[in-house]
């Protein structure tokens, strides 16, 4: 079993060789048809998160699912990059326009917008891992009396409303989350009937494979939803109706909550959910 480069290993060919590499995954991952995608790396620690949003013709973003071979190589640019004077990029872009064009724009100083905030525990961990001098570490990432993305704070609640949380299908490798507890058939079709009616904010025209079941191709929505207080993506329903698996136990909790009924949701929170979606700000 081969060992990991150590930090700061990859010089710049090597860089580029990889960073032209992630670009021939994503395309591989892309629908037929495509124009301009973006795909954002971020990584704390051992927290991670990778997004991808095909860029429609007319400027809107449609999420698409990301290629789990994108991450390892991600995360083996973002070590190979390491510099004991700054450390390394906590979040990546990378644009891809057709026939042949790309760009990659590196973060390394401003918290990335995570979909899921890291644990307290990733700040020290990335510190571990790629350690950097005080002077070039940032007040979010030192931890000094910086608040966590979504937690609450201090003062008049913002105009835009409290900030809506996002559910996951797939954990942090791209791989589907199955380990959770079973739900009776009755209570899951009132489940899946309220993810599935709540109001769709975004939908793309194709339909992404059945991670479990590979015969299942082009048969997953690709849509979000939201409920004004919960985003999904339409695979949520999708697989707790195909294969059991439920959402995640604390959307379960506010669906039982609710007694599966649907609250209204107004166009302002529509407006909210596209905007956490494709990472916009309102």
Do not use: K
């Amino acid at each position: 079993m081969s060992q990991p480069e150590p930090p700061g290993s990859l010089d710049e060919a090597t860089q580029q060789q990889l960073i032209q590499e992630i670009g021939r995954v994503i395309v591989r991952a892309l629908p037929p048809g495509w124009h301009e995608s973006t795909t954002e790396y971020r990584s704390l620690g051992g927290h991670v998160e990778t997004v991808c949003r095909l860029i429609a013709p007319n400027g809107s973003a449609i999420p698409l699912a990301a290629p789990p071979e994108a991450g390892p190589l991600f995360e083996r640019l973002r070590r190979g990059m390491y510099q004991p004077d700054r450390g390394t990029w906590v979040s990546a872009v990378y644009r891809l326009q057709r026939p042949g064009s790309y760009a990659v724009d590196f973060n390394g100083d401003r918290e990335p917008e995570w979909q899921t905030p890291p644990p307290p525990s990733a700040r020290a961990e990335e510190l571990r891992l790629h350690p950097r001098p005080a002077a070039a570490t940032p007040q979010w990432l030192a931890g000094e009396a910086a608040p966590q993305v979504g937690s609450p704070q201090p003062g008049p609640p913002q105009a835009g409303g409290p900030q809506l949380r996002t559910a996951e299908v797939f954990d942090d490798r791209g791989n589907p989350i199955t380990e959770r507890a079973e739900i009776g058939r009755a209570e899951a079709d009132r489940v899946a009937e309220y993810l599935e009616t709540a109001p769709v904010v975004l939908a793309a025209r194709s339909y992404d494979d059945d991670r479990l079941d590979r015969q299942r191709t082009g048969a997953v929505p690709m849509t979000f939803h939201t409920d004004g207080t919960w985003i999904w993506p339409g695979a949520v329903a999708y697989y707790l109706r195909q294969h059991g698996v439920a959402p995640e136990p604390d959307l379960l909790n506010h669906i039982r909550a609710r007694g599966f009924q649907l609250p209204e949701v107004t166009e302002p929170q529509r407006e909210r959910a596209v905007a956490a979606i494709t990472g916009e700000r309102v």
